[in-house]
């Protein structure tokens, strides 16, 4: 079965500070993504990759960077958190022949002071 | 601008009932809809998908019905039960970027005993 596992799951971060989230996935996908969950707003794509050392933009690209060092690990980071970056993040992974079908982790518990 | 637009934001219906969740979209490249179910604490998970090729999908309990030409899909959960408790997600894949899944804001539906 797919796995995605993203660490830490919670975090408490502070204002100006900088927060990395990792993800690793056991899959062997090429495809990885970040989204943002708000309430109200439903899953917004940060950050993408489609393969090791290559990262694209997705809709809601400013105040994060990504980094994909190989295929199975895939990171987010925010180099200066601010108060409005605080959300459930969640990472994804996805092989091009499985009609694009995601593979959730259980998401990172973020919040910014 | 949200490329994905769910109504009603939440829906309660009683066990044994049919809920019907609603979906539309902007962009007529859009060609596979997936929707995803998020139980509290996880990750979204598929549930189901269509094609734009189809206009109706089936799958136990849940179908989905497409209307192409009004840009408009809705999922039919039949026989609600408890366990279907959750929020649910209409996501919608570009045609010339299909890796690139856009989500609309979920439908939490609540299915009372």
């Known amino acids: 079965e797919a796995a995605v596992t993203q660490s830490p799951r919670s975090k408490v971060a502070v204002t100006g500070g900088k927060v990395t989230l990792s993800c690793h996935q056991t899959?062997?996908?090429?495809?990885m993504y970040w989204y943002r969950q708000d309430t109200g707003h439903g899953l917004r794509l940060i950050h993408y990759?489609?393969?090791?050392?290559?990262?694209e933009k997705g809709d809601i690209p400013d105040g994060y960077k990504a980094s994909r060092p190989s295929q199975e690990n895939f990171s987010l980071i925010l180099e200066l958190a601010s108060l409005s970056q605080t959300a459930v993040y969640f990472c994804?992974?996805?092989?091009?022949?499985?009609?694009?079908?995601?593979?959730f982790g259980a998401g990172t518990r973020l919040s910014v002071l | 601008q949200q490329q994905v637009r769910q109504s009603p934001q939440s829906l309660t219906v009683w066990e044994g009932e049919t809920a019907i969740l609603n979906c539309s979209y902007e962009?007529?490249?859009?060609?596979?809809f997936p929707w995803y179910q998020q139980f509290p604490g996880e990750g979204p998970a598929l549930l189901i998908s269509?094609?734009?090729?189809?206009d109706k999908k089936e799958d136990g309990r849940f179908t989905i019905f497409f209307n192409k030409r009004e840009k408009k899909l809705s999922l039919h959960i039949t026989d609600s039960q408890p366990g279907d408790s959750a929020t649910y997600f209409c996501?919608?894949?570009?045609?010339?970027?299909?890796?690139?899944?856009?989500f609309g804001s979920g439908t939490k539906l609540t299915v009372e005993p």
């Open positions: 994804a992974s996805s092989d091009k022949s499985s009609q694009n079908t995601l593979y």
């Open positions: 990759s489609y393969v090791a050392d290559s990262t």
């Open positions: 996501a919608a894949r570009e045609g010339p970027n299909y890796n690139v899944l856009y």
């Open positions: 269509i094609s734009s090729v189809s």
């Open positions: 899959n062997n996908h090429d495809y």
């Open positions: 962009d007529s490249t859009f060609n596979y």
